[in-house]
DNA sequence: GAATATAGGACTCTTTCAGTCCGACTTCCT
DNA sequence: AGGAAGTCGGACTGAAAGAGTCCTATATTC
């Protein structure tokens, strides 16, 4: 459908969020001030950690807070920690294989078509959200 | 997910065939030589005729053959045709209505992303997919 | 009138997405 | 020391969308 997933839409967010800011903020704090389920933010964050996007601190006074400048981030990179196959289609991305080869010829295009958009998104920053 | 669906990707597969053949080609014969369900692809070439990217022929001897030329076909035509709602988030495209607005400020460059990979949709023709 | 098409409604099955629940571990503060 | 406030992460549920099926009606050609 062309749709980013909600996973992209609150990670988004909650960047935009702690460029705004600056500093270390809560999962907490985002999510209420944003209205989006706790435990569903707190996961996104996690993956945004293990990405090296953000870093995290534990314990109390603890929290998240970007590991880069904020035009340093680009979506291409957000997308990429919060989705498994990004791609617009499946023999658009890596290895192909598709067993329609010899019929279909649309696989070239689609790859141009791909970069085309993967650019597109590599060109909008977090700095840009803010 | 930021993917095609099956429909958009059956739906470019039958334009490009009905571009390079031209004339007049069945559903079956399309979904035999891609390996796609019949029904389904027909479902997908009903929705194609009714926005008018291609016309139909009823009866023994019918099927069906494109209305315009393939290289005045893009992409964001087939999409528009085949999906419901396009748009990369709800605040993207259409009326926005967000009741996030206040804290919340991504929606402007969303709407920027949109209309570069709208752009670039539409600079992507059937005639290229020959 | 039989064969071969499109037209289209209704339905099922599967998968993905969004969201919830729960227990564990870490750190700060008193 | 211990409680409060955080992150960490697995497992689960429910809802919605996607893909695909089934069946019947209608049109056209031979």
Redesign the interface.
Known sequence: ?????KRV?YG??AL?HLAKRGGVSTVREISE???ISYDLLAKILQDLKRDGLIDSYQGVRGGYALMLTPDSIN?TRV?GAL?E?????DCASGASGC??SG????EA?MH??QA??DK??S??TVA???
């Open positions: 459908m062309l749709r980013f997933s839409e988004l967010m935009q001030e944003y209205k979506l997308v989705e196959d990004s791609g617009i289609m067993d329609r019929t279909c010829s649309i295009p141009k078509l085309t958009i597109a998104l060109s909008v840009q959200l803010m």
